[in-house]
């Protein structure tokens, strides 16, 4: 296992993205946080800003891989409330790259109804995007090392790591 | 893992096709009742249309009737935004002589992704699993007395949400359970999933010789059956049975094995009654019984369409895997 951010470098990402977060909301929107890391991250996000717990996401049946890779389940969804209309939400990811995950998470708020802005909270940024689609808070642009495979292994502590080949 | 069983599983032990639950393993039956139960919303519904298995074709090749079966099935494969085509074999092709091999052929050239079989003769679903072109997943949905997997499976998994893990459990099935592919069915998922305690309460007419086999425990009195059990799976007495010579009458079993509230007084207080319906009130089971707090009848029926979400997911996800 190849540690690409160690924990005391990721708890600096993660409050850099906390500060930014806290300066843009005057009240807490509803936080959403997609599975697995994203959940992680959006745990310790509330937990800092004394924040309710925040929503949990499972998207893998709303992706567009499973003609490759089949069905990956990941977590439940929960705390979902069960219409959306007008909320405000800040949705949670631990690392953005593509932006098909984000894609899918989209897709799955809108089978709720109409929310009425979303944002959208990344810990880490890899660069490579496939769409349109940009974080509104990030906690550190990984740059030229975004180059290379990475997650979150967590939830305690969390650290940015290379996964095993695959 | 030997025999028919094997066709059902990849080379490294994933689920290809849903023929049986006889000699799954435990990790997979697990795996099969986590996702359904992912595909529940947290008010316990079904999840609301997901695109998941968008462009799948799935046939409904349905060679016995069942509109009940059929049904969710179809309700299933819609919240996974496939499209499905139902077949009523007894009236289509077979009826003009074609044979089912040829039948089948056609539907591959069709672009079909999964079959869905019922069948009158056991066996019928291996038949066509072994002949099927490779990224073809084929789910058994009933044949003859042989098997019905997915509700073996929605049994299992209405036992694990109710009482927790099987392997800590005593289940107790009462009735035919010589003509029932439900129960056989089930005492192969219990077993696999390590339960201790499996009991066959009937007359002997109705209890299949090989039970002791299987590991089940055979009672010919429901009290004594009943004993202090945590879930309590009563099977439909099927109409036809009482033409033949297994049973007096339908009063008679009613006097003798019929599930009323003093009688589920010998289960545990807090057992679960269950039933694979249709349901015949005052057969097999009092309006009480039906209609009161320990039957989680209807609860069966909406953990069957998440199991069979959960079933076309996997096995369409492994045969993806397998042509790709």
New interface residues.
């Given amino acids: 296992m190849t540690e690409i951010r160690s924990a005391a470098q990721v708890e600096k990402a993660l409050s850099q993205l906390t500060d930014q977060v806290r300066d843009a909301f005057s009240e807490p929107p509803l936080v959403i946080g997609l599975h697995t890391g994203g959940v992680w991250v959006a745990n310790a996000l509330c937990q800092r800003l004394g924040w309710p717990s925040p929503a949990t996401l ?1 998207v893998s ?2 992706r567009d891989d ?6 990956k ?1 990941s977590g ?5 409330p ?1 219409q959306l209309q007008g909320d405000h939400i800040l949705l949670v990811d631990d690392v953005l790259f593509t932006g098909r995950t984000v894609r899918a998470a989209l ?1 799955v708020l809108f ?1 709720y109804g109409r929310p009425g802005r979303i944002d959208l909270a990344i810990l880490f940024d890899r660069g490579g995007r496939e769409l349109p689609i940009q974080p509104s808070f990030l906690g550190e642009d990984l740059g030229a090392m975004g180059q290379s495979r990475c997650k979150l292994s967590g939830p305690e502590p969390l650290v940015l790591i290379a996964p095993r080949s695959e | 893992m030997h025999g028919p069983a094997s066709l059902q599983l990849t080379p490294d032990g994933r689920l290809k096709h849903l023929l049986t639950t006889e000699g799954l393993p435990k990790s997979l039956i697990t795996e099969l009742l986590d996702t359904a139960e992912s595909f529940l919303s947290s008010q316990g519904q079904p999840v609301k249309k997901v695109p998941l298995l968008r462009g799948r074709t799935v046939v409904n090749l349905f060679f016995e009737n069942s509109t009940r079966t059929r049904t969710t099935f179809d309700i299933a494969a819609h919240r996974l935004s496939a499209d499905v085509v139902n077949l009523d074999i007894r009236t289509s092709s077979t009826a003009k002589g074609e044979t089912l091999f040829d039948t089948l052929k056609n539907l591959e050239a069709m672009q079909a992704d999964l079959f869905v079989v019922r069948h009158s003769a056991g066996g019928a679903p291996f038949f066509i699993a072994n002949r099927v072109t490779p990224h073809i997943a084929v789910i058994n949905a009933g044949d003859g007395t042989h098997a019905h997997p997915t509700q073996g499976l929605l049994d299992l998994m209405t036992i694990r949400k109710h009482k927790g893990d099987p392997a800590n459990l005593s289940v107790a099935i009462v009735g035919d359970l010589k003509h029932s592919r439900v129960a056989r069915s089930l005492i192969h998922g219990l077993k696999g999933m390590g339960c201790p305690d499996i009991r066959a309460i009937g007359p002997g007419t109705l209890l299949p010789s090989d039970l002791p086999h299987l590991g089940v425990q055979t009672f010919h009195s429901l009290a004594d059956g009943l004993a202090g059990v945590d879930v309590v799976v009563l099977l439909r007495l099927q109409k036809e049975r009482m033409s033949s010579a297994l049973l007096p009458s339908e009063r008679e079993f009613f006097n003798l094995y019929g599930m009323t509230e003093e009688r589920l007084k010998w289960a545990d207080p807090n057992a679960i009654v269950m039933h694979p319906g249709p349901i015949n009130r005052g057969v097999e089971i009092a309006n009480e019984v039906a209609d009161g707090p320990q039957a989680v009848i209807l609860d069966q029926v909406t953990n069957g369409i998440a199991i069979r979400m959960a079933v076309m997911a996997m096995t369409l996800s492994t045969q993806q895997e397998v042509s790709s």
């Avoid at chain 1, 499973?66 to 069905?71: E, H, P, R």
């Avoid at chain 1, 439940?76 to 979902?80: I, Q, S, V, Y």
């Fill in positions: 499972d049946l709303y499973f003609d490759t890779t089949g069905l389940r439940a969804t929960e705390g979902m069960a897709n089978d």
